[in-house]
Each structure stands twice: as C-alpha cells, then as structure tokens.
C-alpha cells in the first residue's frame, strides 16, 4: 500500500483536505497519515476552532467509510482537547496548554474521540509520530522494536504525562516526548534504525536530514506532504 503523510492541520481543514483529496487521485495513494496538531491556531475563535474539527472529522469518516485508510496521529496541540470535559485533566490542561481554546473545548473533545487518534504509525522500521523518538526517550520508555502499541497505551494512560515532557528546544527540562521533541533535538539524537517521519517543527517545503523526513509544512511552507511507495522509497508531493 502507498502512505500519504499529511502534516500539522491547525485548523485549516478548508485547505488542507481538498489537497490531500487531490494528492490521493494524483497518486492513487491507499492510505493517508496525518502527523497530529489537527487543533489550535492564531487568530481563530473558538467557534470557527469547533467548525474546522468538525470538517475534518467529518472527511475523516467520509473517506474512512469510501474504503481510504485513515490514521490519525494526536499532537501537543491535539491532547488538551482529548481530555474529558470538566474532568482534572481538563483543568490541568486549561492551566498549562498554550493557544488551548477552553470555549471550543466541549465540541472539539466530541469530534476528536470518533475519530479513534493514535501516537504512532508503523510499516517495518519506518515509524511515524508527531514530534519524533529520540533516542534518549526511547531508553527512557524501555519502547520495543513494535513500538506503536506501547506508544498508543501512553496516549491512553498518561497523557498529561507526554504532554509535560517538554525538551530545553521547546522551553522544557525533560527528555523531550513523541508530541515535543523539537527537529534540533531529533537530528542530534533520533532512535537509532528507524527511519521517521514527523510533523511539530515548522519547515518550508518536505525536508529530509539523514533518516528523519520533516512534513509541518502548512503554516510557513508550501504545503507539500510525502509520499512512501510500496517499495520504501519517499517522495515529496506538491498539491
């Protein structure tokens, strides 16, 4: 199968799914990975944050329903709003997540949970996540050569807890987790024999730098997203 990855939204559904639609009959693409951060922007109010969520979980049905294979990794941005309403973890977020839309909440939370997001994706040694594994956080996490279960049981079990694991590149003073590690921190330590690809840190068009491929190109880039044949090779595709 062709895997297209797809990186951060940030609430521009209204652009974003419309390419993607485009790369899919450009490429005959079976299966579309989106890299996380589908929440948060400058500059939205919460009720166009809950529209754009709701667009994009509707395509997400809609394409999932045509018989497109669709994951959905989660982000730093993403985890605030899959927090139960008024529960603890909810107000620990409302504290602690910079750009979180506590009015939007309610309805981003109701989109978000249909839509069953994961931490990781996998295909052989190639090993897609938000942010990236360094090596350092793999050690930490004691992560297996099938880590993407593991990796899905965090977002599950400890999601403040991913969120809090922020490196000195992002403001942090931890080993910087799968939703924060920033390109600095992955390209100085990435986890060895994986290859990876990651949204997170903002590049102008699909960059690739030894066995890491960088995809957060919808907010200052040219919208490219990548392409992984049936083969293993990697190609950049341009809407």
């Not at 050690?139 to 965090?154: F, K, M, Q």
Request: proline share 6%; net charge negative; charged share 25%.
């Amino acid at each position: 199968m062709t895997v297209l990855f797809v990186g951060d939204v940030h609430l521009k559904s209204a652009r974003v799914l419309p390419a993607v639609d485009r790369a899919v009959a450009a490429t005959g693409a079976n299966e579309i990975v989106f890299l996380g951060d589908v929440c948060d922007d400058w500059d939205v109010t919460a009720r166009q944050a809950v529209v754009a969520v709701r667009m994009f979980a509707d395509w997400v049905h809609a394409r999932r329903a045509a018989g497109l294979d669709v994951t959905v990794l989660a982000g730093n941005h993403d985890l605030p709003y899959l927090a139960r309403p008024r529960s603890a973890e909810y107000h620990w977020f409302r504290r602690e997540a910079d750009g979180f839309k506590p009015r939007a909440h309610e309805g981003i939370h109701d989109a978000l949970v249909r839509l069953d997001m994961r931490m990781a994706w996998r295909r052989g040694r190639v090993l897609a996540t938000h942010a990236g594994v360094t090596g350092a956080w793999a050690a930490y996490a004691g992560l297996s050569d099938s880590p993407e279960g593991e990796l899905d049981s965090r977002l599950r079990e400890s999601p403040m807890h991913l969120f809090d694991m922020a490196g000195p590149a992002r403001g942090g003073r931890s080993v910087p987790s799968p939703v924060w590690a920033d390109r600095t921190e992955l390209e100085a330590d990435p986890w060895a024999g994986w290859t990876q690809v990651v949204g997170h840190t903002p590049v102008p068009t699909v960059t690739n730098a030894g066995k890491l491929w960088f995809c957060d190109t919808w907010t200052d880039g040219d919208s490219s997203m990548l392409l992984l044949s049936d083969g293993g090779s990697f190609t950049p595709v341009r809407p």
